[in-house]
Each structure stands twice: as structure tokens, then as C-alpha cells.
């Protein structure tokens, strides 16, 4: 995952892990019985639903100003931005069509069909907001087209109230595209176009921070709703999360260690060996400390160890490290479709390609939110047509096996910028081998470079 360290004395993982435990154990003892005057575990899932509420809350804006903020900061340029948009679109592509295939031929979620229902009391149904293209879904099955329709927003602010992640993400590429060149011509740094520059980044730092304090309360709602799930169904009730964890570990796997290390191998010259080898470095800091963007250092150091250049390291490393995000954004696919056929919802393929839309698109510029994996995740789920009480009462359990999932996705992320930097690195020299025109033999005149 593409977020920040942990500050806090313990990692959030173990937090989650001892909420897991306690949880569990509350779960166990109370089952559905009141205990310290009347309190029940009922009441405590209901709490720890409000956290999820909140954490879905602040997905939408978070994406909109982090796309708009990177887009207005981040300098590319052109011919090689456009280069690594490429390589980073073919590369995500692979990844969703690697997603699909195992989804569609394995269909690992009905092995959880009917064990979703056990958590349909946690929360209350709730009505979609009006235009909201997850509300057919629960009454009816809309054609493709209308289902295509509905995310088309018919204000600038139904997007934001529906959680239309799409047109959320297509708003704000629509308005960096508009400002940013203001901004870059815009002489006086006083003017207007700078002032909606800093405030885009003063809000966007904002909702971090916001976001920081609603993580921090993630483990008490991972207790408070395992307590629940626990006293209702029983302690059975994690006995196919494996099914779930070894399908996404199945197209991380794929993706990371078949895939990449054959383009390495056949476009950017590297032996698996050397791609892996060298890169382990950078593989395991990723997955230990669960942020690639933490492990740009190291990953610079294995790219420069494996002869890539500078120029093209730090393109891929630093700047592209808002779209190099094939783990998180596999990911998040996997997991709405795996949801969606344990609730029975037959998806034609139209609507899982709308979903694969929603999960990359939600996946640019979640660089810099911390714990982007569980920010984008409600969104996702929302456009695969999933309740929303489906969709906070699931969240939870996920995120029982999610700090496993979340190092995996991080040492995705990293082997998807080497590989970046690894082709864009050997179409430089392409470039510098064409570029260079050799003079017949016995010519007193040297070899002359046409610059490109």
C-alpha cells in the first residue's frame, strides 16, 4: 500500500490483532447475554459500525482533493509522462484481467454464500441516496446501459452524495486538467490560481489528519463488531476467511511473480533473477513496514544496483507512485466481486468491468492517504451494487485478515515501480541507440547525435 508509517507505538496491525483477540473473546463469553448493567455486545457492534460510517464518510473527499492536489503539484514530463501512463494503464489491465479469470473460473465467494447474512443485524438498512447507482441493485437488476447511466452524475455535487466514486475521480482529473495550466503560467505566485492551490493542499492535509484520528479508532470497531459476530454466530463464523485470503494472495502472486518478472525479462532485459534478486531488498522493507512509499530509498538503491537510470528511477519511484498501484487496486476488484458472489449477485461482465473502472480509478493519487486500502474499499464495494449495511458490517471481518493482505499489496506496489522504471529505462536506450547516427567508415567526420 502506498501510505505512511504508523506513529503510534504499536502498528496498527497488532492493534487490530489484539481487537481481533479481545473481540473474539468478548464474543465467546457474552454471546447475546447483557452483561455491566445491560450493556451487550449488540451495542458494541453498533459502535463500531459508526467508525466504518466515518472512514466511508471521508473516502470521498479524500480522493477528490489527493487527485487534485497531485495533479496541480506533481511535474511531468510529457513524453515520458505519457510513456509511464502507458506502462502503468498495461500493467493494471493485466492485473484486472488476472482478477477476473480467477473470480469467474475459481468463484471462491460462494463458499461465504449465507454466511454474509449472519451479519445483516449488525446495522440498520439504510436507504440509498437518490441517483445512487448501488440502489437498483437491491430491487431489481438494471440492463448494462442503465447501470452505465446511473453513474453519469446530473449535478457537480450528486457524485459526492451518492459516494460515485467514478464521477468523483473523473470531476477531479477534469479540474486538474484545467488548473494546472493556470497554475504553471500563472507568474504571480499571489494570484488566485495559486491561492486555490494552497487551499486545495490545506484541505487535502486536513482531511488526512482527520483521517488519521478515525484510523486510530479502527481496532475499538473491529472489537466492538467481532464481538458481535461472534456472541450472534459463533466463533465458525471465521472459518472461510482463509477462502478469502488465499484468493487475493492468489492474484498477487500471479501478477508480482509471473507477470512482472516476464515483462522484465523479455522488454527490460532482466533476468528473473536479477529483477527478484536484486529487488529483494526493496520487496521485503515494503512488506515489513507495510509502505512502498517509505521504501523509495531502497527502492532507488536496488534500481541503481541493477543499472537502471536516475532519471528513469526516480520518474517511476517518486513521481509515478500515484499510478504504480496494481496491488491495492487488484485488490480492492478481488474484493468486491468475492462479496458480491457470496451475497448471490450474478454480475454480467459489463458490470464487473464497472467495478474494475471504480477500483483503478479509485486508486489514483491514494499515494499519501495512510491505510488507503481500507479508505477505497467502501467506495469499491458501493460500485459493485453491495449494500451499504452489507458493506459495513463486512469491512470488519476483512479487516481481520487484512494486515496480511496489506504487506502483500505494498510489495506489489514496489515490484510495480521497478518494473516501471525497468521498461521505461530501456526505452531511453532505444531511444539514445536510434538517436545516434554513425558516418560511413573512413570518414574523418565524427559520429553526429540528433537530439530528440
Not at 168 to 175: C, D, P, R, T
Request: a neutral charge.
Amino acid at each position: 500500500m502506498k501510505n505512511t508509517q504508523d506513529s503510534s507505538p504499536l502498528p496498527l496491525y497488532t492493534q487490530v490483532l489484539i481487537a481481533v483477540a479481545c473481540g473474539t473473546a468478548f464474543g465467546a463469553a457474552f454471546g447475546q447475554d447483557s452483561y455491566l448493567g445491560g450493556l451487550r455486545n449488540e451495542h458494541l457492534g453498533q459502535l463500531g459500525m459508526f467508525v466504518i460510517m466515518l472512514l466511508k464518510t471521508l473516502a470521498i473527499p479524500l480522493i477528490f482533493f489527493a487527485i487534485l492536489d497531485a495533479f496541480l503539484r506533481t511535474s511531468l514530463p510529457l513524453r515520458q509522462g505519457t510513456k509511464l501512463i502507458v506502462i502503468c494503464l498495461i500493467n493494471v489491465s493485466v492485473a484486472m484481467t488476472i482478477g477476473l479469470m480467477i473470480m469467474n473460473t475459481w468463484q471462491p465467494g460462494l463458499a461465504w454464500y449465507g454466511r454474509v447474512d449472519e451479519l445483516l443485524d449488525i446495522v440498520p438498512n439504510s436507504n440509498p441516496a437518490p441517483g445512487d447507482p448501488t440502489a437498483a441493485s437491491e430491487t431489481s437488476s438494471p440492463s448494462p446501459l442503465e447501470y452505465l447511466a446511473s453513474y453519469i452524475p446530473r449535478t457537480m455535487l450528486q457524485p459526492f452524495s451518492s459516494n460515485n466514486v467514478i464521477g468523483v475521480v473523473l470531476f477531479a482529473l477534469v479540474m486538474g486538467a484545467v488548473l494546472r495550466p493556470l497554475h504553471t503560467r500563472a507568474g504571480d505566485k499571489r494570484g488566485a490560481v495559486e491561492t486555490i492551490v494552497q487551499v486545495v493542499g490545506g484541505i487535502y492535509r486536513i482531511l488526512v489528519q482527520m483521517l488519521g484520528w478515525v484510523i486510530h479508532a479502527v481496532p475499538f470497531a473491529v472489537f466492538g463488531v467481532l464481538a458481535y459476530v461472534v456472541g450472534r454466530a459463533g466463533i465458525g463464523v471465521f472459518s472461510v476467511l482463509w477462502i478469502f485470503l488465499a484468493a487475493i494472495m492468489l492474484g498477487l502472486t500471479l501478477h508480482a511473480f509471473v507477470y512482472y518478472p516476464v515483462v522484465a525479462w523479455l522488454i527490460g532485459k532482466r533476468s528473473p533473477k536479477e529483477y527478484v534478486g536484486q529487488g529483494a531488498d526493496a520487496i521485503m522493507t515494503a512488506v515489513s513496514c507495510n509502505s512502498s512509499l517509505a521504501t523509495v530509498p531502497v527502492t532507488l538503491r536496488c534500481l541503481e544496483r541493477m543499472k537502471v537510470s536516475p532519471e528513469s528511477a526516480r520518474l517511476a519511484a517518486c513521481v509515478g507512485t500515484n499510478l504504480n498501484n496494481d496491488g491495492i487496486t487488484l485488490y480492492e476488484a478481488m474484493a468486491a466481486l468475492f462479496l458480491a458472489q457470496a451475497l448471490g449477485f450474478d454480475l454480467p461482465m459489463v458490470n464487473q468491468l464497472l467495478i474494475v473502472i471504480a477500483s483503478i480509478m479509485a486508486g489514483v493519487g491514494v499515494a499519501g492517504i495512510p491505510e488507503a486500502g481500507l479508505v477505497v474499499l467502501p467506495l469499491v464495494l458501493s460500485a459493485a451494487g453491495l449494500p451499504n449495511h452489507i458493506i459495513v458490517s463486512a469491512i470488519p471481518v476483512i479487516i481481520t485478515v487484512d494486515w496480511i493482505l496489506a504487506r502483500a499489496r505494498s510489495g506489489v506496489n514496489v515490484m510495480s515501480d521497478m518494473l516501471v522504471a525497468i521498461i521505461l529505462d530501456a526505452g531511453e536506450n532505444k531511444q539514445t541507440a536510434t538517436d545516434h547516427i554513425a558516418l560511413p567508415s573512413g570518414s574523418s567526420e565524427p559520429e553526429t547525435t540528433i537530439s530528440p
